[in-house]
């Protein structure tokens, strides 16, 4: 599997499945959510309200991910996952790490080989950029070597926003 590091915005990646930062309310907000909406259309809320509908009326729990089609998008897929709020203080990195490794589990289940995600919980949800970067990088390191070489996720492609980010995400990656 091949891990890399890209300055850009995740909406225009073409990869299989892009990653978003949520609110367990599935139902929209800024950031990066608020760029894959514009970017996949209305039917990608429209997706999300009939998830909350059905199987998650609670909304999802952060930590938790779960998959849509990404209609307009490249992707084919968006798995929305929640980060912990530090402001709120949620300030476990289990909680953070679960963002990266579930996304990965719901991709292997889709047949979804490449996968990009942006910093989880570095805007927004108040986490300071070096440690999403280091939790990003260390989560998809432990999933890489617990999981079965061949087949499955191929690709794995960090889009960050800014140049900061950016090197955040180099340094971990090394
Ligand atoms: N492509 C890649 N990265 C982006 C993009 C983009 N188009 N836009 C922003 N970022 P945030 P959070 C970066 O705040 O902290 C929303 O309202 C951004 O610079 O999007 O998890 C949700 O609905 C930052 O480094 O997510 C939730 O309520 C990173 O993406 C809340 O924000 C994450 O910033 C989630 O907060």
Same mark, same amino acid.
């Given at each position: 599997?091949?891990?890399?590091?890209?300055?850009?915005?995740?909406?225009?990646?073409?990869?299989?499945?892009?990653?978003?930062?949520? /609110?367990?309310?599935?139902?929209?907000?800024?950031? *990066?959510?608020? =760029?894959?909406?514009? %970017?996949?259309?209305? @039917? +990608?809320?429209?997706?999300?309200?009939?998830?909350?509908?059905?199987?998650?009326?609670?909304?999802?729990?952060?930590?938790?991910?779960?998959?849509?089609?990404?209609?307009?998008?490249?992707?084919?897929?968006?798995?929305?996952?929640?980060?912990? /709020?530090?402001?709120?203080?949620?300030?476990?990195? *289990?909680?953070? =790490?679960?963002?990266? %490794?579930?996304?990965? @589990? +719901?991709?292997?289940?889709?047949?979804?080989?490449?996968?990009?995600?942006?910093?989880?919980?570095?805007?927004?949800?108040?986490?300071?950029?070096?440690?999403?970067?280091?939790?990003?990088?260390?989560?998809?390191?432990?999933?890489?070597?617990?999981?079965?070489?061949?087949?499955?996720?191929?690709? *794995?492609?960090?889009?960050?926003?800014?140049?900061?980010?950016?090197?955040?995400?180099?340094?971990?990656?090394?």
């Amino acid at each position: 599997m091949r891990i890399e590091s890209v300055q850009g915005d995740i909406t225009t990646q073409g990869v299989d499945a892009i990653v978003n930062a949520a /609110n367990s309310s599935l139902l929209g907000g800024g950031g *990066v959510d608020g =760029a894959i909406h514009a %970017a996949a259309g209305p @039917e +990608l809320l429209d997706a999300c309200r009939e998830l909350r509908r059905t199987t998650l009326p609670d909304g999802l729990p952060v930590g938790d991910a779960v998959a849509t089609p990404g209609f307009r998008l490249p992707a084919r897929w968006v798995l929305h996952t929640v980060g912990p /709020n530090r402001h709120r203080g949620q300030t476990d990195p *289990v909680l953070l =790490a679960s963002c990266f %490794a579930r996304p990965l @589990e +719901l991709a292997v289940e889709l047949g979804a080989s490449s996968v990009a995600f942006p910093a989880v919980s570095a805007g927004v949800y108040g986490w300071a950029l070096d440690d999403v970067a280091r939790i990003a990088v260390g989560t998809v390191h432990a999933w890489q070597s617990s999981t079965d070489p061949e087949g499955g996720v191929e690709l *794995v492609r960090f889009v960050l926003f800014s140049s900061a980010a950016l090197d955040a995400f180099r340094t971990e990656l090394g």
